[in-house]
């Protein structure tokens, strides 16, 4: 059984660039939901996607989008970075409403 | 909104000494209370959840509800339970929408 997987690890961007990040769910699980975590800060929700579909959002501009495939990966898009973007970004995964699993993150600098 | 405060950044204690996390929320529903640890250089990884009521690696944490706290404590710290500590929160029956303090670094010494 293979883990939360994403990727790149690392990322410089310049300021109004865009940037995808991916993540691969845990074998099985259906559900992904991206967070984001600002220095000395705990993860802040972003989106949950459930079957494809968008099913949930927190307080973070439409800028901020993203997809879920058949096979349950998933994609978080920002258009037009800013700065203030530059943070760890987490997906998590998990079989509907049960135990989330995390990935180890993408770290996005935005200069 | 729901919101979790973690009063303490850091909180440092020497091995065999007990610990206490604290954690405190908002929310005016009934919400389900976890506990989260990264360990250095790992992910982020699940520890307790308070409806469960299990004791993981020697901690346990008790829903307070009058209080509104869900502190995390352990009667002997160990070296090895030196972390980050993240209390959360989630409002719909499960875990997958989860609201983070901003967390507590828990430093062992020997």
């Known amino acids: 059984e293979t883990g939360v997987t994403q990727s790149p690890t690392h990322l410089i961007k310049t300021r109004g660039q865009q940037v995808t990040l991916r993540c691969s769910s845990q074998?099985?699980?259906?559900?992904v939901s991206w967070y984001q975590q600002a220095l000395g800060q705990g993860p802040q929700f972003i989106f949950q996607y459930y079957r494809e579909e968008e099913n949930g959002r927190g307080n973070f501009p439409p800028r901020f989008s993203g997809l879920q495939f058949p096979n349950y990966s998933s994609e978080l898009n920002v258009n037009a970075l800013e700065l203030d973007d530059s943070a760890l970004y987490l997906c998590?995964?998990?079989?509907?409403?049960?135990?989330?699993?995390f990935g180890q993150g993408t770290r996005l600098t935005v200069v | 909104a729901q919101r979790v405060t973690q009063p303490e950044k850091l909180l440092s204690v020497f091995k065999g000494a007990p610990v206490e996390l604290k954690c405190n929320y908002s929310?005016?529903?009934?919400?389900?209370l976890f506990w989260y640890v990264q360990y250095s250089r790992q992910r982020l990884q699940l520890l307790l959840r308070h409806i469960s009521r299990e004791s993981i690696k020697g901690f346990t944490a008790d829903l307070n509800k009058g209080e509104t706290s869900f502190h995390l404590k352990k009667p002997f710290a160990q070296e090895e339970d030196s972390a980050m500590y993240y209390c959360a929160l989630s409002m719909n029956s499960g875990y997958s929408t989860l609201t983070f303090g901003k967390g507590t670094m828990l430093l062992v010494s020997p």
């Open positions: 929310y005016s529903g009934s919400p389900e």
């Open positions: 074998s099985g699980h259906n559900t």
């Open positions: 998590a995964s998990s079989l509907g409403l049960d135990e989330a699993f």
